[in-house]
């Protein structure tokens, strides 16, 4: 069973930052075998991809693109969304996701379908 806890979030006004941590942790599986990143899901909206680390890329939607940094921490286990420049359009409830190194989740990121583990969510509101 794999586990994804966030930490971060909160409320900014626009041209703030905030930083998301999500530690993974596992019985039976190795981080190795993940490939880790974020969605985030705004009020009546789908979930959608926003960054992550894949196995020979990185990712970024082209809404965050030149504003969010994807990084990760592997002694500990953690990735981190550093987001920087923040807009109201970024007022969304932000998801950890973790996917199988063997799906086709850590090639193209976006598709919830392909993700094996979720983190809780944490609220990001941005003010204008």
């Known amino acids: 069973q794999v586990t994804l806890e966030e930490s971060g979030g909160g409320s900014v006004q626009a041209g703030g930052s905030l930083r998301l941590s999500c530690t993974f942790s596992?019985?039976?599986?190795?981080?190795?075998?993940?490939?880790m990143g974020w969605f985030r899901q705004a009020r009546l909206k789908a979930r959608e991809g926003v960054a992550a680390?894949?196995?020979?890329?990185?990712y970024y939607a082209d809404s965050v693109k030149g504003r969010f940094t994807i990084s990760q921490d592997y002694t500990n286990n953690t990735v981190f969304l550093e987001m920087n420049s923040l807009i109201p359009e970024d007022t969304a409830i932000y998801f950890c996701?973790?996917?199988?190194?063997?799906?086709?989740?850590?090639?193209?990121?976006?598709?919830?379908?392909?993700?094996?583990?979720w983190g809780q969510g944490t609220q990001v509101t941005v003010s204008s």
């Open positions: 996701a973790a996917a199988r190194r063997s799906s086709a989740g850590c090639q193209v990121w976006g598709s919830v379908q392909l993700i094996a583990a």
């Open positions: 680390i894949l196995t020979t890329t990185t």
């Open positions: 596992a019985r039976g599986y190795l981080r190795s075998q993940y490939c």
